[in-house]
């Protein structure tokens, strides 16, 4: 079993052990901290592993806060603050890996439109070829239904559905010269296409590529967060340490890094990124 498919069980464990934990602690049972102790402690070493996983990539991440402050809880007796944290950080790693599933499911459905092979009419007729050895002034033949290989110009009037490429849901009619973009389904009659581009230059090649760059690439926001998650780390700690100088209290360090812990933050940008490629693969709107 892969990470991506632990994570729903990972949320499930602590909200399991928390519920039964609230419901010991409003009946005064004795067994309401371990309940809580027992919520925080895999969501924990979970983080630690990933945290050393980062480390070794050189990455260091706001997730350490999440760490700390279930650490601290912990170590003070704090159960249900810990149990808390861990809940948000692992409901946050869920709501992450649900949206990369759509988002990668919305891919594969983008990918599997593109064309393998294209209709070209030769001196001997119509032939059958790889898209990948189409070269501009071949003249193809689109049949209805057909996806448009490559970018070109209608050599009659057409009827295209460009739904994957605008997200126009009706269909598009074309006079014969106008220009036709790679990706359209033929929605009409058969109609001959004189390619521009080759397939690998073409509009629909050039959407793919990029939102296969945005997936393995990362958001600005997603990189600053990271570049100054190191500087407000430290100043989370010399913060929690004046607490505690003042108040004489080491449990106030645990207050700062609970209230410090950005577990929105962290999981914002990334969920917020891969949902909107989902919809847009979904929705053809680029």
């Given at each position: 079993m892969n990470a991506t498919a632990l994570r729903p069980l990972l949320l499930a464990w602590p909200a399991l052990w928390l519920g039964l934990g609230l419901t010991a602690l409003a009946l005064r049972w004795p067994q309401a901290e371990l309940a809580f102790a027992v919520a925080t402690v895999p969501v924990l070493l979970v983080l630690l592993v990933d945290m050393v996983r980062s480390l070794v990539r050189?990455?260091?991440?706001?997730?350490?806060?999440?760490?700390?402050?279930?650490?601290?809880?912990?170590?003070?007796g704090?159960?249900?603050?810990?149990?808390?944290?861990?809940?948000?950080?692992?409901?946050?790693?869920?709501?992450?890996?649900?949206?990369?599933?759509?988002?990668?499911?919305?891919?594969?459905?983008?990918?599997?439109?593109?064309?393998?092979r294209a209709t070209r009419h030769g001196p001997g007729g119509l032939e059958e070829l790889p898209v990948e050895a189409l070269a501009p002034g071949d003249r193809l033949l689109i049949r209805q239904g057909e996806v448009v290989p490559?970018?070109?110009?209608?050599?009659?009037?057409?009827?295209?559905?460009?739904?994957?490429?605008?997200?126009?849901?009706?269909?598009?009619?074309?006079?014969?010269?106008?220009?036709?973009?790679?990706?359209?389904?033929?929605?009409?009659?058969?109609?001959?296409?004189?390619?521009?581009?080759?397939?690998?230059?073409?509009?629909?090649?050039?959407?793919?590529?990029?939102?296969?760059?945005?997936?393995?690439?990362?958001?600005?926001?997603?990189?600053?967060?990271?570049?100054?998650?190191?500087?407000?780390?430290?100043?989370?700690?010399?913060?929690?340490?004046?607490a505690w100088a003042m108040s004489g209290d080491p449990r106030r360090v645990l207050a700062v890094l609970v209230v410090a812990t950005p577990c929105p933050l962290i999981l914002a940008v990334p969920?917020?990124?891969?949902?909107?490629?989902?919809?847009?693969?979904?929705?053809?709107?680029?």
């Open positions: 050189g990455e260091v991440g706001l997730d350490l806060l999440a760490a700390l402050s279930m650490g601290s809880a912990l170590g003070f704090e159960y249900l603050a810990g149990a808390v944290v861990a809940l948000m950080f692992a409901g946050g790693t869920a709501l992450e890996a649900f949206a990369r599933h759509q988002a990668r499911r919305e891919m594969t459905a983008l990918l599997a439109r593109q064309p393998r490559v970018d070109g110009i209608a050599l009659a009037a057409a009827v295209l559905d460009t739904a994957a490429l605008t997200g126009e849901s009706l269909p598009v009619t074309l006079a014969a010269e106008a220009p036709v973009m790679s990706g359209s389904t033929n929605a009409g009659e058969a109609f001959d296409l004189l390619a521009t581009r080759a397939a690998a230059e073409s509009t629909f090649a050039g959407i793919l590529r990029l939102v296969e760059q945005a997936q393995a690439g990362r958001a600005p926001m997603a990189r600053l967060a990271d570049r100054w998650s190191l500087v407000f780390l430290l100043v989370t700690l010399a913060i929690a340490g004046v969920v917020a990124l891969i949902a909107g490629l989902s919809r847009a693969a979904k929705a053809g709107c680029w």
